[in-house]
């Protein structure tokens, strides 16, 4: 989904946004995929009412957006890799377009899946039974976003790893605790405190979803 950015900042890659679609009370956590001049883009998985509404927004429709939330990936590595598992992919060809061009390995359940794949030109892609892990290079400063099983690997074969964690979200800047984490022994709000966590971290989720909201500003689909 292309959207027109008005006032709206792209942020920085592994940040997030908070969409809604019209007349839906909840709004869905998408990190941004693009920045095009004047836009933003993102990569949408339509499986629950939720993101199916917002995929269906018609050209010229308004939907509700907010952000850039969150923590992004640092990009002052020497020998990025980025790493990305299904819908995980989302803000990996933003995050390569910053850092000019790293080598990019992302895994799918399907070759229907594995479609996305074309917003990261020149990246190997896995499908399943083959994993992610088994396609990584070593000696790498890895990036990685996708399903927690996947970033718990990941952080097994480069424990120095950036890693994106996702989370159902509801408010998106720290107020309803529907995203909280359990990193250390410590709760954290993964929308203020993450997404992006570093080497230092032990993320386990446990997240309550609670109804709130804050929009900053209306984007033309
Ligand atoms: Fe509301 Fe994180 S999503 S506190």
Same mark, same amino acid.
Do not use: K
């Given at each position: ?33 693009? +920045?095009? /001049?004047?836009?933003?883009?993102? !990569? ?8 199916? #509404? *917002?995929?269906? =927004? @018609? ?75 088994? +396609?990584? /290079?070593?000696?790498?400063?890895? !990036? ?8 718990? #690997? *990941?952080?097994? =074969? @480069? ?63």
């Amino acid at each position: 989904m292309r959207l027109e950015r008005g006032g709206l900042e792209p942020g920085s890659p592994g940040q997030f946004f908070m969409l809604s679609a019209p007349g839906r009370l909840l709004p869905r956590p998408m990190s941004l995929c693009l +920045a095009p /001049p004047g836009e933003l883009a993102f !990569l949408i998985d339509p499986i629950g009412p939720g993101t199916r #509404a *917002i995929a269906a =927004a @018609a050209p010229g429709e308004s939907i509700d957006v907010l952000g850039p939330l969150g923590n992004g990936f640092r990009l002052d590595v020497e020998r990025p890799l980025l790493v990305g598992g299904g819908i995980g992919i989302a803000p990996l060809p933003y995050l390569a377009e910053r850092l000019g061009g790293a080598p990019v390995v992302v895994g799918f359940r399907s070759e229907w899946h594995a479609e996305a794949a074309s917003l990261l030109p020149g990246a190997e892609v896995v499908v399943e039974p083959t994993l992610v892990t088994e +396609a990584m /290079p070593s000696g790498r400063d890895v !990036l990685a976003c996708g399903p927690a099983s996947m970033l718990a #690997a *990941i952080r097994s =074969a @480069a424990p120095s790893a950036q890693l994106a964690w996702e989370a159902p979200m509801a408010c998106g800047y720290g107020a309803c605790y529907g995203c909280v984490v359990e990193i250390d022994g410590r709760l954290r709000r993964l929308c203020v405190e993450g997404p992006v966590l570093g080497p230092e971290t032990r993320a386990r989720q446990a997240s309550p979803l609670h109804e709130d909201q804050a929009p900053a500003g209306r984007a033309g689909a």
